[in-house]
C-alpha cells in the first residue's frame, strides 16, 4: 500500500508546525520564566491544545524544567516552567540528551560545560544538578 503524495505533504506540514510552535513556545518560556501552559496559549494567540503537546516535548527532551504550580482562571493549579539553564553561566544555550525518564545530561554552548540534571521524570518539581 503506498502513501499518497497529498498525505505526505500533510504529514511534513505538521511536522514543520510542531517545530515552529516548539521554538515560539522555548522562546516565550525562556523569556517568562514560571508560566503555564494557559499563559503561553493567551500570549501567543494559541489554543491551549497546541500549547500542551508542545510543552510535554520541550519537558521530556530536557529543554525546559517544572518549577512549581500556579492557579489557572479557572481556579484550578497548573504547572509552572522555565527554560533549562547552565548551573555554571545561567546560559539557555543548551543541548540536551535525555539519559532516563528522569535524568538528561547537558553541554552549554556559551561556557563549554558540561552537567547533568534530575528532573524527576515528566511531572517533577524538583530540578536537581548532579554534576
Request: hydrophobic share 30%; aromatic share 6%.
Amino acid at each position: 500500500m503506498s502513501v499518497s503524495e497529498t498525505s505526505m505533504q500533510a504529514y511534513y506540514s505538521i511536522q514543520k508546525c510542531s517545530a515552529e510552535r516548539c521554538l515560539q513556545v522555548r522562546q516565550y518560556i525562556e523569556a517568562n520564566p514560571n508560566v503555564t501552559n494557559e499563559d503561553i496559549a493567551q500570549a501567543l494567540g494559541i489554543r491551549i491544545q497546541g500549547v500542551t503537546p508542545r510543552t510535554r516535548e520541550l519537558k521530556v527532551n530536557g529543554l525546559i524544567w517544572i518549577t512549581g504550580r500556579a492557579r489557572t482562571s479557572t481556579g484550578r493549579t497548573a504547572f509552572t516552567m522555565r527554560a533549562a539553564t547552565c548551573p555554571h553561566c545561567l546560559s539557555t544555550k543548551l543541548e540536551a540528551t535525555p539519559e532516563t525518564t528522569d535524568t538528561v545530561s547537558y553541554y552549554c554552548y556559551t561556557c563549554g560545560k558540561r552537567f547533568m540534571a534530575r528532573t524527576g521524570g515528566e511531572k517533577s518539581e524538583v530540578v536537581e544538578v548532579i554534576g
